[in-house]
């Protein structure tokens, strides 16, 4: 389905970002494991979070969705039942990795599989730790989906992530659960700590020491570990709030509220670089939920400077960076982003999809395989165009939110693909939008 996007004069009211999408599959993971019913309010709209709750759902615990609270009950750590088909990751990264570390622990062989987007995103980042661990795991060339799991019996492992990625740390995490011993993650530079957030909040005791993670596992004789159920409220996804915070930034005179926000320090670098660029955000209302922080957002029009992201700021940033990119030419300097060879792995190889669609509206894009560099307000102003998502949500979003400032209506092709994270984005926009 094609959207239209036209230029708008400024925004104003008030919005609600979807429940987080990364604490959702946390939570629905976790609570399919713990022994009995939880309650986790706000779950993510997101289909990436559906296809979670239809994997827990197929592997045995019972799920129910009602009125935006899914309802997980699980069977206790050793209560999940191998499944007849393959289990469907769909669109989502953090669906496989996460739950192959968690699969790696059954007593049951798994398959696990996902769409065509998914079966091109690399694996061995999570297959190769946990075969460390003990776990046997087949891959398509050793790297891609489907994968076959056949879990069984793990050791713990001190792992140095090669990488920065939550993924990854998680994936290594959750089948130290399942691990005799006690599994340490140390990090090269910090990602964002939800899952030891949740695994806490679930009762298993994680200890943290500057970037080292520990979790010990039910294997060998620590048997009296277990996850208890929770009711549990999860913030909006301040991922999803950023396309609003940029939105209202660009067009002047712009005053938005943004209720309920995650605001969990691993996640709000992105918050720091709108300030830094001259953005007008203020953060009120301020709470704490569950050991995550919860918060409202006020933003305002304002004339952005631009500048560089590179370094041990990409990976705090990582899901934000398609949105700096497009707004690029509506800053005095320009954006430019360096150290991001990861964004090439994404939904999509959203180096390129930028590049592509910031040049279809006319943009002066130079790309570089680790990052591009895009041309601010004296390269001229955007024209509207037709884009081509790639069916990558966030570009998707993106170039709607590029699109508001821009002369001339825009069209968004297979508009759709922004449910992967936020199905009423369109609806949201248009809604606070003003022309
Ligand atoms: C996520 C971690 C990030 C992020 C993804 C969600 C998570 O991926 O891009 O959208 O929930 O752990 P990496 O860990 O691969 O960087």
């Given at each position: 389905m094609k959207r239209t996007i036209r230029p708008a004069k400024t925004l104003s009211g008030g919005v609600e970002p979807p429940g987080d999408k990364s604490i959702s599959h946390r939570y629905a993971m976790l609570a399919a494991l713990a022994e009995g019913a939880s309650e986790l309010r706000?779950?993510?709209?997101a289909a990436d979070c559906r296809s979670t709750l239809d994997c827990m759902k197929a592997l045995g615990a019972e799920v129910k969705l009602d009125k935006g609270a899914a309802r997980v009950t699980g069977h206790g750590l050793r209560g999940l039942k191998s499944t007849r088909r393959a289990l469907d990751a769909g669109n989502s990264g953090t669906t496989m990795r996460l739950l192959t570390g968690i699969l790696a622990g059954q007593a049951f062989t798994s398959q696990l599989t996902g769409d065509a987007s998914l079966q091109k995103r690399p694996m061995k980042r999570v297959v190769g730790p946990l075969r460390e661990m003990g776990a046997d795991i087949r891959a398509r060339?050793?790297?891609?989906?489907p994968l076959e799991i056949r879990g069984g019996r793990l050791h713990a492992i001190q792992f140095q992530m090669p990488m920065a990625s939550a993924q990854v740390k998680s994936a290594v995490l959750l089948a130290g659960l399942f691990a005799e011993g006690e599994t340490s993650v140390t990090e090269p530079a910090r990602t964002r700590d939800h899952t030891e957030i949740a695994l806490e909040e679930f009762g298993a005791p994680v200890e943290k020491h500057g970037k080292t993670i520990r979790v010990r596992g039910i294997?060998?004789?620590?048997?009296?570990l277990s996850l208890q159920p929770r009711s549990l409220d999860i913030p909006g996804d301040l991922s999803s709030a950023v396309f609003f915070i940029a939105a209202a930034s660009i067009l002047p005179d712009s005053n938005l509220l943004i209720h309920n926000?995650?605001?969990?320090p691993t996640r709000t670098a992105i918050l720091d670089v709108f300030a830094s660029m001259g953005a007008s955000l203020q953060m009120l209302s301020v709470r704490s939920a569950h050991g995550e922080i919860v918060g409202d957002l006020a933003v305002k029009g304002a004339s952005l400077k631009g500048g560089v992201i590179e370094g041990q700021q990409i990976p705090l940033v990582i899901d934000e960076l398609p949105m700096l990119a497009a707004l690029g030419p509506y800053t005095e300097l320009g954006i430019e982003i360096r150290?991001?060879?990861?964004?090439?792995?994404?939904?999509?190889?959203r180096i390129a999809a930028l590049a592509e669609n910031l040049r279809r509206m006319g943009a002066t894009v130079e790309e570089r395989p680790d990052g591009l560099r895009v041309e601010g307000r004296h390269a001229g102003t955007l024209r509207g165009a037709e884009i081509e998502p790639h069916a990558d949500h966030r570009i998707a979003m993106a170039f709607a939110v590029a699109a508001l400032g821009a002369s001339g209506a825009t069209v968004i092709r297979d508009?759709?693909?922004?449910?992967?994270?936020?199905?009423?984005f369109f609806d949201d926009l248009e809604r606070v939008a003003e022309r």
């Open positions: 706000h779950f993510a709209a060339e050793d790297n891609f989906a294997g060998g004789n620590n048997g009296s926000v995650g605001l969990n150290d991001a060879a990861e964004l090439r792995v994404k939904e999509s190889d508009a759709d693909c922004a449910g992967v994270s936020y199905p009423t």
